[in-house]
């Protein structure tokens, strides 16, 4: 099976891995793991079989890049005072939310990537415990209980409906973000749903490249 240019694999899934490794490592680490990721990727692409899922592919080799960055910022000296986090300087409206990363770091490493790779990559809960080591359930528990933490965290708009995540087999939403709102839960928590969507699931979504 012929696979498409390399240029077409970064056009496509670009915006899904910033918003991946943004949610995963914060806004100030997100630029450098993206081009990591993709760096990695052009080198490895060749070997791709032409039948894989390029979209789990994309986010193994991200979740890699944000250990690495983890493991780097962890062996760094920590500064006496420590600056506040800040929104971008480019005044765009769709840039990062400096209070959902905040709620977004205090979860617990396994659910934020949990909620990162699933509602932000569309990755079902099967290929995200692939990923990450653990048992599909495990990553299904995860993802919902970080998400039900940050609709109770995320200040703006608290989601009082805290509805289960349905089982990804049976989900057939685009998984990029672009749900119509009609079908359950996934929807709306990729940041274009419909009634049932959270502040901290569209800003989640927002950010293209």
């Given at each position: 099976?012929?696979?498409?240019?390399f240029e077409q694999i970064?056009?496509?899934?670009?915006?899904?891995?910033?918003?991946?490794?943004?949610?995963?490592?914060?806004?100030?680490?997100?630029e450098d793991a993206w081009?990591?990721?993709?760096?990695?990727?052009?080198?490895?692409?060749?070997?791709?079989?032409?039948?894989?899922?390029?979209?789990?592919?994309?986010?193994?080799?991200?979740?890699?890049?944000?250990?690495?960055?983890?493991?780097a910022n962890a062996r760094?000296?920590?500064?006496?005072?420590?600056?506040?986090?800040?929104?971008?300087?480019?005044?765009?409206?769709?840039?990062?939310?400096?209070?959902?990363?905040?709620?977004?770091?205090?979860?617990?490493?396994?659910?934020?990537?949990?909620?990162?790779?699933?509602?932000?990559?569309?990755?079902?809960?099967?290929?995200?415990?692939?990923?990450?080591?653990?048992?599909?359930?495990?990553?299904?528990?995860?993802?919902?209980?970080?998400?039900?933490?940050?609709?109770?965290?995320?200040?703006?708009?608290?989601?009082?409906?805290?509805?289960?995540?349905?089982?990804?087999?049976?989900?057939?939403?685009?998984?990029?973000?672009?749900?119509?709102?009609?079908?359950?839960?996934?929807?709306?928590?990729?940041?274009?749903?419909?009634?049932?969507?959270?502040?901290?699931?569209?800003?989640?979504?927002?950010?293209?490249?």
């Amino acid at each position: 099976m012929s696979k498409p240019p390399f240029e077409q694999i970064v056009t496509e899934h670009g915006p899904m891995v910033l918003r991946v490794v943004r949610a995963v490592l914060g806004p100030h680490d997100a630029e450098d793991a993206w081009s990591e990721t993709f760096l990695a990727a052009l080198r490895a692409y060749p070997e791709l079989p032409g039948d894989a899922n390029v979209a789990a592919w994309l986010v193994t080799v991200a979740h890699r890049k944000a250990i690495d960055v983890t493991r780097a910022n962890a062996r760094r000296p920590v500064p006496a005072g420590v600056l506040p986090e800040r929104p971008s300087a480019a005044g765009r409206p769709e840039d990062w939310d400096p209070d959902l990363w905040r709620a977004l770091k205090a979860l617990p490493e396994r659910q934020r990537h949990a909620v990162a790779y699933h509602y932000l990559a569309g990755l079902p809960y099967k290929e995200i415990a692939a990923v990450t080591g653990g048992s599909t359930d495990a990553a299904r528990r995860a993802a919902a209980d970080g998400m039900r933490t940050l609709r109770r965290t995320y200040p703006a708009h608290p989601d009082p409906d805290p509805d289960p995540d349905p089982d990804p087999e049976t989900d057939t939403r685009t998984r990029t973000g672009t749900g119509t709102g009609t079908s359950t839960g996934t929807d709306t928590s990729t940041g274009t749903g419909g009634r049932g969507s959270t502040a901290a699931d569209n800003e989640t979504g927002a950010k293209g490249r």
